[in-house]
C-alpha cells in the first residue's frame, strides 16, 4: 500500500515557508497536495501564489488548468 500523509506534507512545507516564503517550489508543492485532496480552492490559491512568484513556470500553468478543469467536472 502507498502512505499518503497529505497532513504531514502541508506542514512539512509550511515549515519551509516559515524559512523561505517566497519560494515559488513549495507553494506549487503545497498546491498539488491540495489538489491530491481534492481541496481545489484552496489548491488553486497556492498555484496563484507559485505563479505570482515565477510566472514563467509552464507546470503552474497546466496544475491551474487542471485544477480548474477539475472544479467544473
Known amino acids: 500500500t502507498i502512505f499518503r500523509d497529505f497532513d504531514g506534507a502541508i506542514e512539512s512545507y509550511e ?5 523561505e516564503p517566497k519560494n515559488a517550489q513549495t507553494y506549487l508543492s503545497l498546491g498539488y497536495t491540495y489538489h491530491l485532496k481534492f481541496d481545489l480552492k ?32
Open 42 to 73: 484552496l489548491a488553486l490559491s497556492y498555484y496563484h501564489k507559485a505563479h505570482f512568484l515565477k510566472s514563467e513556470d509552464s507546470l503552474v500553468e497546466e496544475l491551474i488548468t487542471k485544477a480548474m478543469d477539475d472544479i467544473t467536472n
Open 15 to 19: 515549515q519551509c515557508l516559515s524559512i
